[in-house]
Nanobody, 117 residues
């Protein structure tokens, strides 16, 4: 059974930092590109960051460039999202996704991030 489990969310003050983790089981993460998405209340789910299978290519939404960093550890079967200089508009549920083409796509259950003073 494939599972993606996000963790590390919580309440942070504006300007603060959080690191999210996405731990995978039931798949070999190195066979999948990975993404982080987020969804704020009343908004569509949006792509935040993506990382290639080997971790050597990344992509970011303009709204998080220079503040967020995506990384992965294929030995630990885990992906990370380091979020710095956070803003209230970063408040959302954050989801990780494994993108495998013919292998299938899988989503985690999400973790809440709230940026507020």
């Amino acid at each position: 059974q494939v599972q993606l489990v996000e963790s590390g969310g919580g309440l942070v003050q504006p300007g603060g930092s959080l690191r999210l983790s996405c731990a995978a089981s039931g798949i070999t993460l190195s066979n999948y590109a990975m993404t982080w998405h987020r969804q704020a209340p009343g908004q569509k789910r949006e792509l935040v960051a993506a990382i290639g299978r080997a971790g050597d290519s990344t992509l970011y939404a303009d709204s998080v460039k220079g503040r967020f960093t995506v990384s992965r550890d294929n030995v630990e079967n885990t992906m990370y999202l380091e979020m710095n200089k956070q803003k209230p508009e970063d408040t959302a549920v954050y989801y990780c996704q494994a993108v495998g083409g013919a292998l299938g796509n899988y989503w985690g259950q999400g973790t809440q991030v709230t940026v507020s003073s």
